[in-house]
């Protein structure tokens, strides 16, 4: 058995081998070659190649001696080589090198053997999203592929439409045999009544083609409203759409037979409002209200009778109607001026001082009558006239007489622009 080699510690290099080591037959080849450092032990490769190195030791373990030398069994160690050198020059072939490693599997590290690389060497770059296993295609629990046409082919549907006569597609039922049973939300189409039908709230409605259908309680012809704010929903309003045109009220339109409310008051503009002849529509007849003062309501009553409006300037024959005078009345003045254009007649009741009677205001027309009548308080006063006033068939009186009326009726002159005096009545 070789001998083994004392390792003291504290030591220095190794500086002869001892006979009968585990060295001591290549010692030749060791010592004469090789130059130690201090720190450096003796290592010699598989191809003979010898070198020193610094080594480093797992000394943790170490039991310290300090007897005489003797063995001493060190255990088993790590130790890390640094800067080996040598070159292997066959002693280990490739092939015995793959044998002891073997090929790497997938829980031995070992060699990479030329399939594997292969196979490493032609993986894809990455794709940047997850892709489909196209093991699903067309499975069970799997999708669906796109035919030619990018289509989904009617063997992959549960209910194909062109082989099933009533498919069921989540609620909608196409071309049933008949109405199917109601439930809200679901939708059928009727091919032979073209109009496609949802339940809602315990009744089938229709919609896209076809007519609405509303309420039970509809009446032909009645004007249809919203039912609600939601603008699902329609009811009939009762009234019923009229057979001519509906009125706008912004539109020039002509409107017949109709009331209007005699309940509200009703305010029509003059030069809107046209009465027109029941025969002869060419026979019209307006108001104007422009003569009546601002902020001014005038009422007009009508007589209770059949008759016709009489015009101030137009000729017409009066019947049974009495002409109320204009009167001005006044207990005593000293002067007076007639307004021609107000007055018809003039009464003093009274008169206490002498009486100027001037010439009358306002614009008289040819033989506007004007009465005047005076009675003086019991004693005579004197009455002068303007030079308006003439004498004709009867003289202008200049004086009363006391306690006694006398009339005076003047009639105006248009050529002659003279109130003259046609009569002449004293109480007596």
């Not at 509303?214 to 329609?234: E, K, M, Q, Y």
């Not at 006044?330 to 254009?341: E, G």
């Amino acid at each position: 058995m070789p001998t083994k080699v004392p390792v003291q510690q504290g030591g220095t290099q190794l500086t002869s081998i001892p006979a009968g080591s585990i060295l001591a037959a290549q010692s030749a080849n060791v010592l004469s070659a090789v130059t130690s450092t201090n720190g450096t032990t003796y290592l010699q490769n598989a191809n003979g190649t010898i070198s020193w190195a610094t080594v480093s030791f797992d000394t943790s373990n170490l039991v310290p001696y300090t007897g005489a030398t003797k063995d001493v069994n060190l255990g088993t160690h790590n130790i890390t080589a640094n800067n080996l050198s040598g070159t292997n020059t066959g002693d280990e072939t490739a092939l015995s090198i793959k044998t002891k490693l073997g090929s790497a599997s997938s829980t031995t590290d070992g060699y990479l053997t030329s399939t594997d690389w292969n196979t490493f060497n032609n993986k894809q770059n990455a794709l940047g999203y997850t892709p489909e296993n196209i093991a699903n295609k067309g499975v069970a629990n799997g999708y669906a592929p796109l035919n030619s046409s990018t289509k989904i082919d009617d063997s992959y549907l549960s209910q194909p439409i062109a082989t099933t006569a009533s498919p069921t597609f989540a609620g909608l039922k196409l071309n049933p045999s008949s109405q199917p049973t109601g439930s809200n939300g679901l939708i059928y189409y009727d091919s032979t009544a073209n109009k496609f039908e949802f339940y809602q709230n315990g009744a089938w409605v229709t919609y896209g083609s076809g007519n609405v259908t509303g309420p039970a309680s509809s009446t032909d012809s009645d004007i249809v409203l919203f039912n609600g704010t939601t603008g699902t929903s329609i009811k009939d309003s009762g009234k019923t759409l009229p057979s001519g045109s509906i009125v706008g009220t912004t539109d020039t339109q002509t409107i017949q037979n109709k009331t209007l409310d005699n309940t509200n008051a009703i305010t029509v503009k003059d030069s809107n409002l046209t009465i027109q002849n029941s025969t002869d529509t060419t026979k019209q007849v307006k108001f104007d209200a422009s003569g009546i003062t601002t902020s001014t309501t005038r009422t007009y009553t009508l007589p209770d009778a059949n008759t016709t409006l009489v015009g101030i300037d137009v000729a017409q024959t009066l019947t049974n109607k009495r002409i109320n005078p204009r009167v001005y009345s006044t207990t005593s003045t000293s002067s007076l001026t007639p307004d021609a254009n107000s007055y018809d007649s003039i009464d003093i009741t009274a008169l206490a001082a002498a009486l100027t009677i001037n010439n009358p205001s306002g614009t008289p027309v040819n033989f506007q009558k004007l009465i005047i009548r005076i009675k003086d308080n019991g004693t005579a006063q004197t009455i002068s006239w303007g030079t308006a006033y003439a004498s004709a068939g009867a003289t202008l009186p200049t004086t009363t007489v006391a306690g006694k009326w006398v009339y005076i009726g003047l009639i105006y002159n248009s050529t002659a622009s003279q109130w003259q005096c046609v009569a002449v009545a004293q109480q007596s």
